[in-house]
């Protein structure tokens, strides 16, 4: 769901950058604080990064991809570890692929890094201890695309590109089966997976809050 | 590193080369929906010149091309990430 330049004007685009400047700053203060572990952030960054280009088939012709915040943040245990492991995959998309615009690189940070990490989070957060870490981490990283998705068409909206409620429901029922097939199903995948595998790679922090 | 990261970011960059053979070609969710939008048609603009447009790299022709750009593309994540995060801690 990149947006690409032209979609946005150029004075909302740089509301939503100074936002996601703000955000980025402090997942920098996190990492500085609170997570020291470089190689295990750029390894989760360049999987976050390969994922991305595994677009999966869903109905009506369309297709869609995982975005990784949610799982980032599950396993290393704070949302802030999405918001700043997307915010480089971002910027590295945009640059470098033209996946994603570089006017709307700010919006598309707060999408994809901020809104998914923190909605998808606390989801998991809240249904843990109910539904287990499999279902939480199905359930967190499906809600955290949608309202990603959702937040999208709001943005494209206010622009002038996309209908209001037309845009909502076409992006969320698009990323609500993307959800499904792609974010909730590989992040619950993979949470469990290093979890019964190798989770001593994981920060102590992280498996205590896992 | 750890054994346990060097066996991970080996199964990224398998991951990373097998996704261009693997992945779906169809429009993505937000293509699609602008495809419905007469308000979105001719919005989009290409500003900067990427070097590996689509995913590709000039000069290497069809699947090829799109497997050594994620190869580049993952090494080049990884990279970043670790040059910022060194120095993002290192600065504390």
């Given amino acids: ?210 | 590193m750890r054994r346990g990261h060097a066996v991970a970011l080996g199964m990224v960059f398998i991951l990373a080369a097998l996704a261009p053979i693997l992945a779906s070609s169809n429009p993505d969710g937000l293509e699609k929906t602008a495809e419905k939008f007469e308000s979105a048609q001719g919005r989009e603009a290409e500003l900067l010149s990427s070097p590996f447009p689509d995913y590709t790299v000039y000069g290497i022709e069809g699947t090829a091309s799109e497997v050594v750009a994620m190869l580049i593309g993952t090494a080049l994540v990884f990279a970043v990430s670790l040059g910022i995060a060194k120095a993002v801690a290192r600065a504390g």
């Fill in chain 1, 1 to 210: 769901m990149h947006i690409p330049d032209g979609f946005i004007p150029l004075g909302q685009a740089a509301v939503y950058s100074a936002a996601a400047l703000l955000f980025a700053a402090r997942s920098f203060k996190w990492v500085r604080e609170e997570f020291g572990e470089a190689p295990l952030l750029a390894t989760l960054a360049a999987g976050i990064f390969a994922i991305q280009a595994l677009n999966v088939p869903i109905p009506w012709g369309t297709s869609g991809h995982m975005t990784g915040g949610v799982l980032a943040a599950i396993l290393l245990g704070s949302p802030w570890a999405g918001v700043f492991i997307l915010s480089i995959v971002l910027l590295v998309q945009a640059l470098f692929f033209a996946d994603g615009g570089i006017t709307v690189l700010g919006a598309n940070i707060l999408n994809i890094g901020v809104i998914s990490s923190f909605a998808g989070y606390y989801t998991y957060l809240a249904l843990k201890r109910r539904v287990g870490i499999a279902g939480a981490s199905f359930a967190g990283a499906w809600f955290g695309l949608v309202a990603a998705a959702l937040a999208t068409a709001v943005e494209l909206a206010i622009a002038g590109t996309f209908p209001l409620r037309e845009g909502l429901l076409f992006m969320g029922m698009y990323h609500a089966v993307i959800g499904l097939v792609a974010e909730g199903t590989l992040t619950a995948l993979v949470v469990t997976t290093v979890l019964k595998v190798s989770p001593e790679i994981l920060p102590a922090r992280a498996r205590e809050v896992v």
